[in-house]
């Protein structure tokens, strides 16, 4: 089956600092992954998806992931935090058996202190 | 404009009565979704349809029944509302990127936030 999994419950970084939300994930086949954030009562953004290609991905508000098979992470990072990425982070992978069905883990909460 | 709309955004009943969500999208996408989030935030898809015929349909129990009378709405009926109905329900639509091998990405409406006492 597939699935993912956010380790930590929440981040907490000062503005300016990198920052990196980890991911991990286990499928059978090649990995359609993606990251969506969640602002206060919102509903959840696209911020980008790895399908094929290069292992570096960019994606919104200047957002990246890293895709890396041997590890099986996609790890969401920023070179430089700001308040306003403060927001509930999910990660996601497309359904083996679904291309229409992704399966969210169960999201990290980024806190960027001033 | 407001690609997926859901209405109401709050919603308070008792428990017993029936109620409904309402989604509808602009984007001309072909599928659309309901997907749950509990109070800890965690997320688990409940129903899909494409267009207009259901292709996803979770463990979910039969007082849940979505309809979708063309591929623009979907609507949530709930029976016998329990309190652990109480959720946040998260209507999203997507069009299917053949080129990319369905690698869709959905597009969220705000949220319907219902509250069972």
């Known amino acids: 089956a597939q699935s993912v999994a956010q380790p930590e419950d929440q981040v907490n970084v000062a503005e300016g600092n990198p920052l990196t939300v980890k991911c991990t994930y286990s499928?059978?086949?090649?990995?359609?992954l993606f990251w969506y954030v969640q602002y206060p009562n919102r509903g959840l953004q696209f911020l980008l998806k790895y399908i094929t290609g290069d292992n570096l991905v960019k994606g919104s508000y200047g957002f990246e992931a890293e895709f890396n098979k041997s590890q099986t992470s996609f790890h969401l990072k920023k070179p430089s935090a700001l308040v306003s990425d403060s927001a509930l982070y999910f990660c996601?992978?497309?359904?083996?058996?679904?291309?229409?069905?992704?399966?969210f883990g169960s999201g990290t909460r980024l806190l960027v202190r001033p | 404009d407001t690609a997926v709309s859901q209405t109401p955004k709050y919603l308070v009943t008792q428990m017993g009565n029936d109620k409904s969500i309402k989604c509808e999208q602009n984007l001309g996408h072909d599928t659309m979704y309901w997907y749950k989030q509990d109070s800890k935030k965690f997320l688990k898809i409940m129903f899909s349809y494409n267009n207009k015929e259901l292709i996803i349909n979770e463990t979910v129990p039969n007082r849940f029944s979505p309809k979708s009378p063309d591929k623009a709405h979907l609507n949530l009926h709930i029976n016998s509302l329990e309190l652990g109905d109480s959720a946040v329900y998260f209507c999203?639509?997507?069009?299917?990127?053949?080129?990319?091998?369905?690698?869709?990405?959905?597009?969220f409406g705000a949220g319907s936030r219902l509250t069972v006492l």
């Open positions: 996601a992978v497309r359904g083996v058996d679904s291309s229409y069905k992704l399966i």
């Open positions: 999203a639509s997507s069009q299917v990127a053949r080129s990319t091998g369905g690698a869709n990405v959905l597009t």
């Open positions: 499928v059978s086949g090649n990995p359609y």
